[in-house]
């Protein structure tokens, strides 16, 4: 699919559309090398760790949230908040 979507921009050039194709793996594979590196050092603790810091993580955002909520002028509070889930809370 990205063959045919490169071949009609490059109006068919097979020089450009190889080095197209080869710069874009390129890009590709050290996208993917960062990511996993990424997930090796978010996951790298024991579950349980990760857990405890997480819970902290969401517990500071919701007094963040609160916060900022208690700080807006009295007409907006009355207004129903949106979870991250598209919910009214």
């Given at each position: 699919?990205?063959?045919?979507?490169?071949?009609?921009?490059?109006?068919?050039?097979?020089?450009?559309i190889k080095t197209y194709i080869s710069l874009a793996e390129g890009r590709q594979?050290?996208?993917?090398?960062?990511?996993?590196?990424?997930?090796r050092k978010l996951l790298a603790e024991k579950p349980s760790a990760i857990k405890r810091r997480w819970d902290i993580y969401?517990?500071?955002?919701?007094a963040e949230?609160?916060?900022?909520?208690?700080?807006?002028?009295p007409e907006r509070?009355?207004?129903?908040?949106?979870?991250t889930f598209g919910e009214a809370r």
């Open positions: 699919m990205l063959q045919s979507a490169v071949a009609a921009v490059f109006d068919g050039d097979p020089r450009n594979a050290l996208l993917e090398a960062r990511a996993l590196d990424c997930g969401w517990e500071v955002w919701e949230d609160e916060a900022l909520h208690l700080a807006a002028p509070r009355s207004l129903p908040q949106i979870s």
